[in-house]
């Protein structure tokens, strides 16, 4: 039976290998869920190269204080281990639990245009390159991109009298924000 082919649209990112653990290969991974356990939850796992999804066989996965430790295949040592730091792992987007309405993953509004209306016009503020969870409300990290009001980084509370709409398709977000705050 042949297996079906998996796309890089296909996929969200969940979660990145962050350093190696102990010597046997174990691999220390910060996840983008909720939980750590929910990521065990999301296989199966990729790997994106060049434009291509390689499949992550992750064997082993626990816990570990208040972070993630998984074991992948064919990864025996320390050193294998350390060349895999960095990798971002992504799971299948029909493998996470569906949102309500106006809900989003974070990973949906990375990378999106974030727009104001000031004096009649839309003034672009920058693009999504981040989003910080600061405990009273999440922040948008907004970083520089070509044509935008003044080539700074900007955060912008992700609240709902700031952010007034969000379009995937058109990959913008509008927002009740001054452009020099």
């Known amino acids: 039976m042949a297996e079906k082919s998996v796309a890089v649209h296909d996929l969200i990112l969940a979660g990145r290998i962050s350093s190696a ?3 046997k290969g174990w691999l220390r991974v910060h996840s983008f869920t909720e939980s750590p356990e929910s990521f065990l939850e999301l296989a199966p796992f990729f790997r994106i190269q060049g434009s291509r999804p390689i499949p992550v066989n992750i064997e082993q996965g626990k816990v570990h204080g208040t972070g ?8 025996n040592d ?3 281990a350390e060349e895999l730091r960095g990798v971002e792992l992504h799971v299948l987007k029909t493998s996470l639990p569906e949102l309500e309405a106006e809900d989003y993953y974070w990973t949906e509004l990375i990378g999106l ?8 016009r839309d003034v672009l503020l920058g693009t999504v390159s981040t989003i910080l969870e600061t405990g009273a409300n999440d922040v948008l990290v907004l970083g520089s991109s070509e044509g935008d009001a003044d080539s700074r980084e900007r955060l912008v509370p992700y609240i709902d ?6 379009d995937l398709t058109q990959r913008l977000i509008h927002v009740a924000w001054h452009p020099d705050d």
């Open 21 to 23: 653990y102990g010597i």
């Open 68 to 75: 993630l430790v998984v074991r992948i295949a064919g990864v």
């Open 113 to 120: 245009s974030v727009v104001t209306s000031h004096e009649g």
């Open 78 to 80: 320390r050193s294998k």
């Open 161 to 166: 009298d700031v952010v007034l709409s969000i």
